[in-house]
């Protein structure tokens, strides 16, 4: 072949090749405006024939840090003060489409249809996969974020380990002499693998590196993930060592003599869970034991560490809280029996988790296509409850809903609020928090430890900065001065 017939056939192969490269990204393009235009708008009109209104669909494409703003606004100069964006449009339904997960999302914020979802035990009614489009290497299909029969097979297990007989029965002996994270993480491994923070303490420093670059960005755009950027690399990376961080600790397990807690039960289950999604043996335990890091210590850590600051500004509530936690323990120690007494105790916590729920959303998807209020929802449609819209909406808990005021609970969720569903910092219905009993125990115990022994005062120059990052967290901290009571 002669010199410039070569040339001409490169240049036809470079021809060739920009087309396809170019077709391809035409392909793409028509594929996300169909994703973010076409669908909310047939969605739209097919609810409208139904008599639900809502404003126009509005359009998030996979813009994260635009909608941790739009969530949790500084919108008063006060440090303590929790307003949020609740005054935007609270239409009963909300359409709009969150290019994140490239799924229409509905927005509910008609406690009616928060109910019905409460009460629906079917299987179609499933959990949202934007949390694990998002969060995936936190909990890839963990119980947070499956479905169907594994999600029934993973409840059992978990679940019936985390009850509240069981919880009461695991409270160790705990000493404050760490930070809140650490103790958080030092009490979830000892309630639920028997192990102590500090065994599995290189396990929680690699995962929060993980969720550090997973809450990067824009992890929701299709395919994104698959591309090796340097995050994605690093995601790559974390999530190789913790996975093998953890099957090492599984093998020691294995090794030493078999206690019947929570890992345990985790590695029974493990035996059989390719019977039920074809889940490896290793995924089973690495995605169940992930997303009980996740789920259960930045939960925790996140609302001790907004109690004490609450606390701090409320000095009258602190003095309260103490007064309690001397007056039953005195010298004795903490056990279920004084927890149970802490009502004061009880009360701060719940308001906390009203005012800074650490899960912003509570999330669900059509699996199949279901009626909510006689409304039909086509398969597919994601459900999005923002809970710091119902956590604050004035018309529910009173002009005073975005006060810190523990009192509203004196005589029960129901007293305090309109209709108790607007109360969900565990989420609702089948698939509510199994957890919860054990974070109500975890909370009061760190509390009641903390204040028996500490008073604190916010810092002039603490600076209230919540921002949404998988749970509700600090992002300049919270400084605080403290003394020995
Ligand atoms: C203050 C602490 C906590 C808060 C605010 C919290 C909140 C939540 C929320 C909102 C959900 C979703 C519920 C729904 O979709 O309706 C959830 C689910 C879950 N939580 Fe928690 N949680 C906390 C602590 C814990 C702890 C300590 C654990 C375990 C050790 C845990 C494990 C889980 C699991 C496994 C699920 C998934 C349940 C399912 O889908 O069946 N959480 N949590």
């Known amino acids: 072949m002669a010199g410039d017939e070569v040339a001409a056939a490169v240049a036809a192969n470079k021809l060739i090749l920009h087309s396809v490269y170019l077709g391809g990204f035409l392909v793409w393009l028509l594929h996300l405006f169909e994703l973010v235009v076409l669908r909310p708008k047939r969605l739209r009109s097919k609810l409208q024939k139904q008599g639900i209104e809502g404003p126009p669909p509005s359009f998030l494409l996979g813009n994260l840090p635009a909608m941790r703003k739009s969530l949790i606004q500084h919108k008063t100069q006060s440090s303590t003060e929790t307003r949020t964006s609740c005054d935007v449009d609270v239409a009963s339904w909300q359409i709009y489409v969150c290019g994140l997960a490239h799924k229409q999302q509905l927005c509910i914020t008609d ?66 002499d760490q930070n809140l994270r650490n103790l958080s993480a030092d009490i979830i491994a000892r309630a639920c693998f028997r192990s102590s923070y500090h065994e599995g303490e290189e396990i929680f420093v690699k995962f929060r590196a993980l969720k550090k670059v997973v809450n990067k960005g824009m992890m929701g755009t299709p395919g994104f993930r698959l591309l090796p950027t340097k995050d994605n690399r690093e995601i790559w990376r974390l999530e190789k060592e913790v996975e093998s961080m953890i099957l090492k600790l599984v093998k020691q397990r294995v090794e030493a003599l078999n206690e019947k807690d929570l890992l345990q039960m985790i590695l029974e289950g493990a035996k059989s869970s390719a019977d039920y999604n074809g889940l490896s043996h290793n995924k089973f335990i690495v995605d169940n034991c992930t997303t009980l890091f996740f789920a259960g210590h930045e939960t925790i850590a996140s609302t001790a560490s907004w ?82 819209f119902l956590h604050q909406n004035p018309d529910l808990w009173g002009l005073n809903a975005h006060q810190f005021n523990p009192e509203r609970f004196a005589n029960g969720i129901l007293a305090a609020c309109q209709s108790s569903q607007a109360y969900m910092p565990f989420g609702n219905g089948p698939r509510i928090c199994v957890g919860r009993h054990l974070a109500m125990t975890e909370l009061k115990v760190m509390l009641a430890l903390i204040l028996s022994k500490f008073s604190f005062s916010l810092s002039p120059t603490y600076q209230r900065s919540p921002v949404y990052t998988m749970v509700v967290e600090r992002e300049h901290g919270i400084i605080l001065h403290a003394t020995r009571v």
């Not at 299987?123 to 299909?141: A, E, R, V, Y």
């Not at 809280?321 to 927890?339: F, H, M, Q």
């Not at 009203?354 to 994601?382: C, H, M, S, W």
């Open 307 to 388: 109690s004490l600051m609450l606390l701090a500004a409320h000095p009258d509530w602190q003095a309260r809280v103490r007064a309690e936690v001397l007056e039953i323990c005195g010298d004795k120690p903490l056990n279920n029996e004084t927890l149970r007494k802490m009502k004061v105790l009880k009360m701060v916590i719940k308001e906390v988790l009203r005012l800074y729920a650490p899960a912003v959303f509570v999330t669900r998807e059509a699996l199949e296509t279901v009626t909510l209020k006689n409304v039909v929802i086509p398969k597919g449609v994601q459900l999005q409850i923002r809970v710091p």
């Open 111 to 176: 406690v009616e249809v928060l109910k019905e979802i409460g009460f629906c035990k079917s299987l179609n009614l499933g959990k949202s996969s934007l949390p694990s489009t998002i969060g995936g290497p936190l909990f890839w299909q963990g119980l947070l974020s499956s479905n169907g029969i594994i999600w029934a097979h993973q409840g059992k297990i978990i679940a019936l380990e985390l009850y509240l007989d069981k919880v009461k029965g695991g409270l160790a002996e705990i000493r404050v």
